[in-house]
């Protein structure tokens, strides 16, 4: 039996269990949790190990309009979801029901841009649940790795790192919502090391890319499929800014906007 994870933004129980027992009457068993607005202790993190150890088929997003516009519930629904990709492929089906048009001023988080919006109101959405959780798309292949650790005692960390290849170095920013960077790593990739050694490590960078000032740390240490960088972050930035480290000011660099 496949098994879909259901995160409700709202704490509506009458709504679930409605979704919940139509499901069911597809063959479908449903597991998940109300959503809990605490980015600072990465609750969204303890959902996701729930959700993997779960073994669950498709993640199902119950929005409410209201809950869906929050900067913080937007930044918690950004990570959990490249988390879970990152832990199960790109072609992980996330799916998302809304109890009303999706407005415009309330639109989906950029990470999670691609997933599917089914209208609750209508007669289709049991039908392509079921389709996604047993036969999920292809995706493109990745062209970096990230993913996010830690928890409340340990903090935020972001991990990235190429999929194929090596990188010279890594420079890593952020932008807005009163974030700042702690402290960087390089070690084994999927864990935080125990111990690092930095090469040429810079600090307080600031780099402008359309009209944004993002601060930015940078270390010379090689990253390849086997290593990744690790950066503890304290708050919730809007955007985040990566690239492999060059000396050329107009290196390409990759922004992935988390609100």
């Known amino acids: 039996m496949k098994t879909v994870w259901i995160t409700a933004l709202k704490e509506d129980q009458p709504r679930v269990a409605a979704v919940t027992a139509v499901l069911k009457r597809y063959g479908l068993q449903c597991k998940g949790h109300f959503w809990a607005d605490q980015p600072d202790k990465l609750a969204w993190r303890i959902a996701l ?87 999920p798309g292809k995706a493109a292949p990745a062209e970096f790795r990230f993913d996010v650790l830690g928890n409340e005692r340990l903090g935020q960390w972001f991990e990235i790192g190429p999929v194929a290849g090596a990188w010279p170095g890594v420079v890593f920013g952020v932008q807005g919502g009163g974030a700042e960077i702690q402290f960087q790593a390089v070690g084994p990739k999927t864990m935080l090391p125990e111990k690092t050694t930095l090469e040429f ?58 609100v």
């Open 201 to 258: 490590a810079q600090e307080g960078m600031k780099i402008e890319v359309a009209g944004n000032e993002y601060t930015a740390w940078a270390v010379r240490n090689q990253v390849d499929d086997n290593t990744s960088y690790f950066v503890k972050v304290k708050g919730c930035p809007d955007s985040i800014l990566f690239m492999p480290y060059a000396e050329e000011a107009d290196a390409e660099a990759t922004i992935l906007r988390l």
């Open 49 to 135: 190990d729930a959700m993997l150890e779960a073994k669950a088929d498709a993640w199902l997003v119950l929005v409410d309009g209201d809950e869906v516009k929050k900067p913080s519930v937007r930044y918690g629904l950004s990570l959990m979801a490249s988390a879970l990709r990152g832990a199960r492929g790109g072609n992980f089906p996330i799916l998302t029901l809304w109890n009303s048009v999706p407005p415009e001023e309330a639109p989906l988080p950029a990470l999670m841009a691609q997933a599917e919006r089914l209208l609750e109101s209508g007669a289709s959405w049991p039908a392509k649940i079921v389709a996604k959780a047993n036969v």
